[in-house]
Antibody, heavy 120, light 110 residues
Framework: EVQLVESGGGLVQPGGSLRLSCEAS????????MNWVRQAPGKGLEWVSS????????HYADSLRGRFTISRDNAKNSLYLQMDSLRADDTALYYC?????????????WGQGTLVTVSS | QSVLTQPPSVSAAPGQKVTISCSGS????????VSWYQHLPGTAPKLLIY???NRPSGIPDRFSGSKSGTSATLGITGLQTGDEADYYC???????????FGGGTKLAVL
């Protein structure tokens, strides 16, 4: 069974940092591109970042570039999101998602999310 | 403001059919596959449609997708109260080099 379990969320002050983790199981993690997606309170889904299988291709939402860094460790079946210079509007539930093996950008499995709250 | 435009809400009676539109441009929908997701806030989104009109295993054929030019549509027939959720279209934007979601559509089954 495919499972994605996020962790690392919490309360952080504006300007602070957090590192989110996503542990994958039930599939060959190294064979799949991965995404982070977030949902702020009362808002819709927002794509955050993606990384390909060998970490050579990484993409970020314009509003996040330079503050967030996506990475992965295929040996540990884990995906990460380093978030720096956090702002109040980064408050959201952060999901990791697997990109389906078919062409296109479909995300076929999602975790339950980890909540990040940025507040003083 | 989202790159992809969806109606904020749609509604229909149980057993009826509803369609949800998703409008984009040549840099996203016009040249890439569209996916659709069902989402209840606080839970994991569920993939309903991939590659414009394909259903993952386990998704009933009451759900369908189509694409024409720079727009895509999700159709749901035989509406059930359990279909009440938020629905999102999503694709890749070649100009932004980023994934993009629609703003989401809340479905009410009255």
């Amino acid at each position: 069974e495919v499972q994605l379990v996020e962790s690392g969320g919490g309360l952080v002050q504006p300007g602070g940092s957090l590192r989110l983790s996503c542990e994958a199981s039930g599939f060959t993690f190294s064979s799949y591109d991965m995404n982070w997606v977030r949902q702020a309170p009362g808002k819709g889904l927002e794509w955050v970042s993606s990384i390909n299988t060998n970490s050579k291709n990484r993409h970020y939402a314009d509003s996040l570039r330079g503050r967030f860094t996506i990475s992965r460790d295929n040996a540990k079946n884990s995906l990460y999101l380093q978030m720096d210079s956090l702002r109040a509007d980064d408050t959201a539930l952060y999901y990791c998602a697997r990109l389906a093996s078919v062409s296109g950008h479909a995300q076929d499995y999602w975790g339950q999310g980890t909540l990040v709250t940025v507040s003083s | 403001q989202s790159v992809l435009t969806q109606p904020p809400s749609v509604s229909a009676a149980p057993g009826q059919k509803v369609t949800i539109s998703c409008s984009g441009s040549s840099s996203n929908i016009g040249n890439n596959y569209v996916s659709w997701y069902q989402h209840l806030p606080g839970t994991a989104p569920k993939l309903l449609i991939y590659q414009n009109n394909n259903r993952p295993s386990g998704i009933p054929d009451r759900f369908s997708g189509s694409k024409s030019g720079t727009s895509a549509t999700l159709g749901i027939t035989g509406l059930q109260t359990g279909d009440e959720a938020d629905y999102y279209c999503e694709t890749w934007d070649n100009t932004l080099s980023a994934g993009v979601f629609g703003g989401g559509t809340k479905l009410a089954v009255l």
